[in-house]
């Protein structure tokens, strides 16, 4: 499982767009690799996905609170993103409401649309395909409370190390971060990784440089943490990238029965 998410992250995070794109791809190992039916693969992943989203959106929307009640970066104007990123987090926690209480809003839109293209083709597969997914998917939220909670309980814990980790890595270069600065710095980070751009490429560096001179402290360190952020993140995807390969690698050989073919 670390083998996958690491190889769906380094596709969502070398790729234009907001961290996403890696996600079939780890549906498609599920399936191919422990033969997990097509419709479980996608509910875990989705609900994974979710979950994940709901933790990341409800952080910038603490961040945000946070930058503009203490007042830290005046220059950045985040009060125009305070409104887009509460719709965010709406999106998510209104989509697990509607799944916690039995309905299934997606299998009903691809029904729909089913109806309406062609009855009976292949919008009505696509459309047996989504119902079964989101029926597990409500399945876990009505069915396993606990599991569902301690999911999204570990994905707020997962918020809790990145702190920890940024005061470290500040603390590393010489700073002593107050929890608020660490927060307004980190809200800075993580706005940068949702514009259409691989990782945040260029965000990432001048929002840090910008936050930090917003608090007082030398750009420099901005971009010098930002660069720290940049080689952890791109030790991941690049070990994710060799895991994937690997793995094609491994699963080419047990297709081709009675040749042997060298690993490197």
Known sequence: MARYRLASFA???FTPGPQFGGE???????????????????????????????????????GLGVVL???????????????????????????????????KPLARLARWSALLRSPGGKATRIF??????????????RQKPLAFGLTVLLAFVVWGVSIGEYW???RFLGLELSAVQV?????????????????GLGALEVGQALAF????FDPVYGLSISLLIRARDVTF???GLFLGALAVRQQAIQAIPGESIRII
């Open 213 to 216: 001179q917003a608090m007082g």
């Open 237 to 239: 995807g690049l070990t």
């Open 183 to 199: 927060i307004a710095a980190l809200t800075a980070a993580r706005l940068a990784f949702l514009l259409p751009m691989p990782g």
């Open 168 to 170: 470290l890595s500040a």
């Open 24 to 62: 079939p791809l780890y549906v498609y190992w599920l399936r191919s690799h422990h033969q997990v039916p097509g419709s479980s693969a996608l509910a875990a992943v989705s609900m994974d996905k979710i979950i994940e989203l709901l933790a990341n959106f409800s952080f910038l929307v603490i």
């Open 128 to 141: 047996g395909f989504i119902q079964a997914a989101e029926g597990q998917m409500v399945d876990f939220c």
């Open 69 to 103: 009640w203490a007042r830290l970066l005046p220059g950045l104007h985040l009060q125009s993103v305070m409104p887009i990123t509460l719709a965010l987090v709406v999106l998510p926690a209104g989509y697990l409401a509607v799944l916690w209480g039995g309905r």
């Open 11 to 13: 596709v969502s995070y």
